[in-house]
């Protein structure tokens, strides 16, 4: 475990090994023993070894639940007929993990020429 200070970018990934039901964390998080914008980097195992297919999906339901309502509250006028009884496709809300280039260049793609030209940029097949 170590001490991240403010400045110090954490490092993250998650690797599941199925073959061995466990899934490798690396993590940062706030403790209250820790100063303000300090975190601790840990790496933690998860072994599923032990849990039924069902609990794995039931603690898995709880995460998608919570993405779910996030789409949820930004519906201005939710009605019965969208939100009732609905039916979701989990992999719609599985969190892809990105370097931060990746995010950079996702980021990226929505700016529109102008806003691209006033960093001093140029889309790539602009350049060709």
């Not at 949820?72 to 931060?100: G, H, L």
């Not at 006033?118 to 889309?123: C, K, N, V, W």
Request: charged share 30%; aromatic share 8%; net charge negative.
């Amino acid at each position: 475990m170590k001490k991240l200070l403010k400045a110090e970018v954490a490092q993250k990934s998650t690797r599941a090994t199925p073959e061995n039901s466990c899934v490798e964390c690396v993590h940062a998080t706030v403790h209250p023993s820790l100063g303000k914008d300090e975190r601790f980097q840990m790496a933690w195992s998860l072994n599923f070894e032990n849990l039924s297919e069902q609990e794995i999906m039931e603690a898995a339901a709880e995460h998608f639940i919570i993405k779910i309502r996030r789409v949820f509250a930004k519906d201005s006028k939710p009605q019965d007929a969208d939100w009732d009884n609905a039916q979701f496709d989990c992999k719609e809300f599985v969190t892809a993990r990105m370097t931060r280039v990746e995010k950079a260049a996702k980021t990226l793609q929505d700016f529109s020429d102008e806003e691209l030209a006033a960093l001093g940029l140029t889309r790539a097949s602009e350049k060709a």
